[in-house]
C-alpha cells in the first residue's frame, strides 16, 4: 500500500526568506501523480502545485517549486520569498494514475507559520 | 463558477444520534470524494463516487457510515449512532474523470462535533 510521510509537524520561515517543506511517499509504481495543498484557517483546501512522476521537470507555480527526487521517493516544496498570507497547513498527497482508482493518500502535514 | 459547498459548516450532536452531512460538488464533475480530518491527523479517505455509484467505499471506518448520491450530483454522508471518535471535520471534494490530472477540488468541510 501507498503511504505518505510529512516529517515536519511545524517550519517557521521569516518573511521574504524561503523554506522547503518535506514530503517522502513509498510505493511500488512507476506512474503516479503528487500534489501539494495548502489549508488556511478557513479550512479550504487550495491546490498549490502538482507533479506528473513520469515528467523529470520539476514543476514551478510563481514562487513555489517542488524539488522532485523520483527514485528516493521524494517531493519537497520550496516557497520562495514568503508571504504572510502563506501561513497554513500544507498537504503532500499522493494518487494513482488508474482508473477506478482516484482517491489521494495524504500527508499528516505541515503547519508553517511566517514571522513578519 | 461555484466551488464545493457543504453544509452544515458546523454541527454539534449528542452521542447516539444519527447526522446527515450534505455535499454539493462542482456542476459536471462526475467523481466526488468524503475525507475526514481528525484534529492533528491528515485527511483519511471514505468514499468515491463516480456518477451515483461507489466503487470505492474502503475507507468507511464501521458500518454506521454510509453514503449515496443522486443525480450524479449532490452526495450525503449519514453516520448514525454518532460516537464522540467521529468528531472531526468532513471535507469533500470532486474532480472531472477526463484528463490526465483529475485534481480534486475541496469544499470548506463540515466540522462535526459529538457531546
Known amino acids: 500500500a501507498q503511504t505518505v510521510t510529512q516529517s515536519q509537524p511545524e517550519m517557521s520561515v521569516q518573511e521574504a526568506e524561503t523554506v522547503t517543506l518535506s514530503c517522502t511517499y513509498d510505493?511500488?509504481?512507476?506512474?503516479?501523480?503528487l500534489f501539494w495543498y495548502k489549508q488556511p484557517p478557513s479550512r479550504q483546501m487550495i491546490l498549490v502545485i502538482r507533479?506528473?512522476?513520469?515528467?523529470?521537470q520539476n514543476a514551478t507555480e510563481n514562487r513555489f517549486s517542488v524539488n522532485f527526487q523520483k527514485a528516493a521517493k521524494s517531493f519537497s516544496l520550496k516557497i520562495s520569498d514568503s508571504q504572510l498570507g502563506d501561513a497554513a497547513m500544507y498537504f503532500c498527497?499522493?494518487?494513482?494514475?488508474?482508473?477506478?482508482?482516484?482517491?489521494?493518500?495524504f500527508g499528516t502535514g505541515t503547519r508553517l507559520k511566517v514571522l513578519a | 463558477g461555484a466551488g464545493v459547498s457543504q453544509s452544515p459548516s458546523n454541527k454539534v450532536t449528542e452521542k447516539g444520534k444519527d447526522v446527515e452531512l450534505r455535499c454539493d460538488p462542482i456542476?459536471?464533475?462526475?467523481?466526488l470524494y468524503w475525507y475526514r480530518q481528525s484534529l492533528g491527523q491528515g485527511l483519511e479517505f471514505l468514499i468515491y463516487?463516480?456518477?451515483?455509484?461507489?466503487?470505492?467505499k474502503s475507507g468507511l471506518p464501521s458500518d454506521r457510515f454510509s453514503a449515496e448520491r443522486t443525480g450524479g450530483s449532490v452526495s450525503t454522508l449519514t453516520i448514525q449512532r454518532t460516537q464522540q471518535e467521529d468528531s472531526a471535520v468532513y471535507l469533500c471534494?470532486?474532480?472531472?474523470?477526463?484528463?490526465?490530472?483529475?485534481?480534486?477540488?475541496f469544499g470548506p468541510g463540515t466540522r462535526l462535533t459529538v457531546t
Open positions: 510505493t511500488s509504481e512507476s506512474d503516479y501523480y
Open positions: 507533479q506528473e512522476a513520469y515528467k523529470q
Open positions: 471534494a470532486s474532480s472531472l474523470t477526463s484528463g490526465t490530472a483529475y485534481e480534486q477540488y
Open positions: 456542476s459536471g464533475h462526475t467523481a
Open positions: 463516487f463516480q456518477g451515483n455509484s461507489a466503487p470505492d
Open positions: 498527497a499522493y494518487r494513482r494514475p488508474l482508473a477506478g482508482t482516484y482517491k489521494y493518500i
